[in-house]
């Protein structure tokens, strides 16, 4: 059976350039198995600030979640200019977090598996049961698509903004 790794995108600053260019370089270490459609949603805790573009990415790799999380999604982050400020919910080029590895469920001071927001934000649930509605929730048993129930209201569609220009193979 195959392992449900999940990684959400976000960005507010320059999101039409950033969210493809992050699915760019993803694309060049992972295996991007499905791709959500992109999202619009009010910034969390940062009033006054841009809307926020969000996607989220199935994707298989032979990478555990530290080494993916730490190694490659920073790296990604990096080079697109992301910084990380004081303050948690500030504008950002681009911010990919690991959200589902499988049925691993972890929590350290570091990494939360699967992590909290898919549980209450729609900006993750929603574009996650799009590329991986009938995956399960490894904690209480729902599948994605039910977590989405009633949160998708929250979230404005931009097909515009094209993620992945070729089909995925």
Partial sequence: METVILIALGSNIEPRDNLPSAVALLAEQLVIVAVSPVYASPPVDAPGSPEFLNAVVKV?????????????????????????????????????????????????????????????????????????????????????????????????????VVLVPAPLG
């Fill in 60 to 160: 298989r790799t032979n990478l555990g979640p530290r080494s993916l999380k730490f190694g490659l999604l920073r790296s990604v982050e990096s080079r697109l200019g992301r910084r990380r400020e004081k303050e948690r919910n500030a504008p950002r080029t681009i911010d990919l977090d690991l959200i589902l590895f499988g049925d691993r469920v972890e929590r350290a001071h570091d990494l939360e598996l699967p992590d909290p927001a898919l549980l209450t934000e729609a900006h993750v649930a929603v574009p996650a049961a799009d590329v991986a509605g009938g995956a399960v929730h490894p904690v209480n048993g729902k599948t994605l698509a039910e977590l989405a129930l009633g949160l998708e209201s929250r979230l404005v569609e931009r097909p515009a």
